[in-house]
């Protein structure tokens, strides 16, 4: 039953308050960031983003990153990070060793092939911290052993500690602190360690202020950094699009939308050519001309017509195509039609 009621809710265990403030306390930035270094942190199973909040307010000025499958968590997470992506954290594109830190609370499940999800978040996320970077890795005490090796020979300096009371009696739960390895390396003792803590009785997470900082959080460069699902939400494009696409260029905003309506005033009088020009480019269709005296309703089209030219020889008949172009206009006041062709005299039609 505990199981079925955890597949409702998508193995959604959101970190206590508590255990978070503990944990921030033993953190530290190493350099204050600037606009050229930037903390970054990330939660590949964030909810509704209050934990990696939370950490980011306590340990100081950090860009949050999280994903989140469940939309309506998603959501909320918008709210309280700098950038949320709703969607698997195994089908987004992330920066390789682009993150300072990675705030790891994974289901506590298997996954279709049997194999626990633990175990396929560390490994699989991993990779986005950077040489150096913080692993904060939350769960149940017992599931330490099967990562014993992995773990092993990715981190050092790694610290563990069970959740206080009473939050430690739902789940068991443990917090392993970990500095991202720059090279890989097997590390029998430390894996023997690792294995050791998952069986041990384990100390318990310090008060703040009882212990000072560990583990150092460390800036990496600033600039942007690959953080995008692997299928395009309509919404996330037309939000892309309106930031950086062609329609944000302000040169190109301005042609084709002018701030304000300018009146052309042509320095010579439009002669039958200009007109023909402005008919076939639909200038003249469905507009309202007003002179003070009259309003009227103007349509311009430009069509072939074919007329017989002379031949050299009489017994053969020769046509030529040209365009004619017609203006037709509808008084407003009377009713009337007018039509004006070129090189034709002017008609009249009663509506």
């Known amino acids: 039953m505990a199981r079925l009621e955890g597949i409702a809710k998508a193995q959604f265990y959101p970190t206590p308050p508590s255990v978070v403030e503990r944990v921030a306390a033993l953190v530290r930035h190493h350099v204050q960031p600037s606009q050229r270094r930037v903390v970054r942190l990330l939660d590949p199973c964030c909810g509704a983003g209050d ?11 950090a860009e949050t990153y999280g994903i989140e499958i469940e939309q309506h968590r998603a959501a909320d997470a918008r709210r309280a990070l700098d950038h949320v992506i709703a969607d698997s954290a195994f089908a987004v594109r992330m920066g390789a060793e682009a993150f300072s830190c990675l705030w790891l609370n994974p289901p506590y499940d298997q996954d279709e092939g049997n194999r626990r999800l633990e175990h396929s978040f560390l490994t699989t996320m991993s ?29 050092d300096a790694l610290r563990c500690y069970r959740f206080q009371a009473p939050e430690y009696d739902s789940f ?10 720059k090279v890989q390396a097997v590390a029998p003792d430390r894996k023997v360690t690792i294995e050791r803590w998952a069986t041990d009785e384990l100390p318990e997470l310090p008060e703040p202020g009882v212990v000072g900082p560990l583990v150092d959080l460390n800036p990496l460069s600033s600039g942007p950094v690959t953080f995008a699902s692997q299928f395009v939400e309509p919404e996330e494009a037309a939000a892309e699009a309106r930031q950086r696409g062609l329609w944000a260029n302000p040169a190109l905003v301005e042609r084709l939308w002018p701030a304000e309506e300018r009146t052309v005033r042509p320095l010579m009088p439009l002669r039958r050519g200009h007109l023909a020009v402005m008919v076939a480019a639909g200038f003249l269709n469905n507009i309202v001309l007003d002179d003070g005296a009259r309003r009227v309703l103007v349509k311009g089209r430009v069509a072939k017509v074919s007329r017989s030219v002379e031949s050299a020889d009489p017994d053969v008949e020769v046509e030529r195509e040209f365009l004619r172009t017609s203006v037709v206009m509808l008084d407003l006041q009377t009713g009337v039609f007018e039509q004006i062709d070129q090189g034709g005299d002017l008609t009249e039609a009663a509506s």
Request: proline share 4%; with cysteine.
């Open 51 to 61: 934990a990696l909040r939370q950490f980011a307010d306590a340990i100081g000025e």
């Open 127 to 155: 990779r986005t911290i950077a040489p150096g970077g913080l692993l904060v890795y939350i769960v149940p005490q017992a599931r330490l052993a099967q990562s014993a090796r992995y773990l092993a020979a990715h981190y």
């Open 172 to 181: 068991g739960q443990c917090v392993l602190l970990g500095r991202k390895r």
